[in-house]
């Protein structure tokens, strides 16, 4: 048996007719950039998140770049986040720029520590971005109250968490901004790349929308330097139709979650922590496991997919390396990239593929 780590072509064969009708509706109408299908999705976007604005950009990467131009972070500027994350989290600080300041994650949840924040915050210091790493929020009250004490923006990095809840309040509502990306392999995917930015700061919204087209007020004429980052109508179209079934899709995740959990329960394998206050939509299901690297090879082999989020923690990139961070500095981050690996949870896995998943993994570790 063959088990990818994600089949999208099972998802669209779901909503087929309904894509294939939205797209061509886009197609027929000839108005790819802007138009009714994005501004729609916006209000979708905002709805589903609980704020008041959302704005469509060119992908995650942008959302994080633009929401970083807007609260005026450039040269010299601090932003403190994790380096357990995707490398765009850290790389839009600097392009602009700043310095990005780690701050080791919780050995648990693999999200940021917010413990530690306090002792790295500096009076260069511009804004904080936690990281809701594979759909599950970050601890954000601490952050949150923390920000507004030093007077300092949170910006969410929610790309991997649409829908995800910390407490009452849903990702990328918590914060001053939140950040989304649609890259096809997230949980709400479009069919190439993608990106929102949620707020409730009306002048933020009014500033991004600028800033996405160049940094334009009226037409043609320049309030600032921007970059040219829409979403585009038919990702538009394309996502208004998948957020139909995003939260049956995320139930999905979750549902295969607690299969693992209980398959993998008194073995030596380590599942996700779930917070109590939390729901996780699942972006990914990583476990901790002895014999990380021997494990890989040998699903491989099995041709079960899987996958290593992140094999080099972002303190210890060469990108990086003037910033002065060496091995052993992020200890918790460090020995997550060494001892966690992902596998297949999306939605559409059928009963025996998880239960192929489940006992390859655990027949290996008892070998
Ligand atoms: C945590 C995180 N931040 C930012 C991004 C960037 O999003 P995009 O690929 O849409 O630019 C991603 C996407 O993989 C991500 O996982």
């Known amino acids: 048996m063959r088990v990818p780590l994600l089949d999208l072509k099972r998802q669209y064969?779901?909503?087929?007719?309904?894509?294939?009708?939205?797209?061509?509706?886009?197609?027929?109408?000839?108005r790819f950039i802007k138009g009714p299908r994005v501004s729609e999705f916006?209000?979708?976007?905002?709805?589903?998140?609980?704020?008041?604005?959302?704005?469509?950009?060119?992908?995650?990467?942008?959302?994080?770049?633009?929401?970083?131009?807007?609260?005026?972070?450039?040269?010299?500027?601090?932003?403190?986040?994790t380096p357990y994350t995707f490398f765009a989290t850290a790389g839009s600080i600097s392009r602009l720029g700043a310095v990005p300041v780690f701050v080791d994650i919780e050995a648990r949840t693999y999200n940021i520590d917010p413990a530690k924040i306090d002792a790295v915050l500096t009076d260069k210091t511009k804004a904080i971005i936690p990281v809701h790493l594979y759909g599950q929020c970050a601890d954000m009250d601490p952050i949150v109250a923390l920000a507004k004490d030093r007077g300092v923006a949170v910006i969410e990095d929610a790309a991997q968490a649409i829908g995800a809840e910390y407490k009452t309040r849903r990702a990328g509502s918590i914060g001053d901004v939140g950040c989304f990306s649609f890259f096809p392999s997230k949980n709400l995917g479009g069919y190439g790349d993608g990106g929102m930015v949620t707020t409730d700061d009306l002048a933020i919204a009014d500033r991004l929308v600028s800033l996405r087209e160049h940094g334009q007020g009226d037409k043609y004429f320049y309030t600032a330097v921007g970059a040219n980052s829409r979403l585009d109508a038919l990702q538009a179209a394309i996502l208004s139709v998948k957020l139909r079934r995003l939260d049956e899709w995320s139930d999905g995740r979750s549902a295969n979650a607690d299969y693992y959990n209980a398959r993998f329960a008194g073995t030596s394998v380590v599942t996700p922590h779930r917070e109590e206050w939390s729901r996780h939509i699942y972006n990914q299901y990583m476990i901790r496991v002895p014999r990380r690297d021997e494990l890989l090879?040998?699903?491989?082999?099995?041709?079960?997919?899987?996958?290593?989020?992140?094999?080099?923690?972002?303190?210890?990139?060469?990108?990086?390396?003037?910033?002065?961070?060496?091995?052993?500095?992020?200890?918790?981050?460090?020995?997550?990239?060494?001892?966690?690996?992902?596998?297949?949870i999306f939605s559409f896995l059928t009963d025996e593929e998880k239960d192929y998943v489940a006992t390859t993994i655990i027949d290996f570790l008892s070998s």
Do not use: N, W
Request: hydrophobic share 35%; proline share 5%; charged share 25%.
């Open 42 to 81: 916006e209000e979708q976007i905002a709805g589903y998140c609980g704020t008041k604005r959302a704005v469509g950009v060119a992908s995650g990467t942008d959302a994080l770049l633009l929401s970083l131009m807007a609260y005026g972070v450039g040269p010299g500027d601090e932003v403190v986040t």
């Open 297 to 344: 090879a040998h699903l491989r082999e099995r041709e079960i997919g899987c996958a290593l989020y992140y094999p080099l923690p972002l303190h210890l990139q060469e990108c990086f390396s003037s910033l002065g961070y060496g091995e052993g500095d992020l200890p918790e981050s460090e020995s997550a990239a060494r001892e966690t690996i992902s596998i297949p």
């Open 13 to 30: 064969e779901s909503i087929r007719s309904d894509i294939d009708a939205a797209i061509r509706e886009v197609v027929e109408s000839q």
